[in-house]
């Protein structure tokens, strides 16, 4: 079982950064996947990126890449999203997710994922 926290959301102005959190318990955190999605009012949760267990590959988005980064630190069971060039159209609940993947490379599909966050609103105003 992993419970995933995530914090670091909030209100920016269009142009601004923010960098999410997501903590992780249990001891095998290595051995997941983890990847960001986000839902926005009245659409479908969608893929944003994706990190592999040594976090040696990312996959993203088309719409987040160049402005998006997704990292991990394994000592401190911890994977991060930095955003920067935030547009209004960023804005959503942003959810982490950890995937017990045989292969351990970044997946942008959600069924990949065994456990999910509670999520963490991110509003980026015009």
């Known amino acids: 079982q992993v419970q995933l926290v995530e914090s670091g959301g909030g209100l920016v102005q269009a142009g601004g950064s923010l960098r999410l959190s997501c903590a992780a318990s249990g001891r095998t955190f290595s051995s997941y996947i983890m990847g960001w999605f986000r839902q926005a009012p009245g659409k479908e949760r969608e893929f944003v990126a994706a990190i592999s267990w040594s976090g040696s590959m990312t996959s993203y988005a088309d719409s987040v890449k160049g402005r998006f980064t997704t990292s991990r630190d394994n000592a401190k069971n911890t994977v991060y999203l930095q955003m920067n060039s935030l547009k209004p159209e960023d804005t959503a609940v942003y959810y982490c997710?950890?995937?017990?993947?045989?292969?351990?490379?970044?997946?942008?599909?959600?069924?990949?994922?065994?456990?999910w966050g509670q999520g963490t609103q991110v509003t980026v105003s015009s």
């Open positions: 997710a950890a995937g017990a993947s045989i292969r351990g490379t970044p997946s942008s599909r959600g069924a990949t994922y065994d456990y």
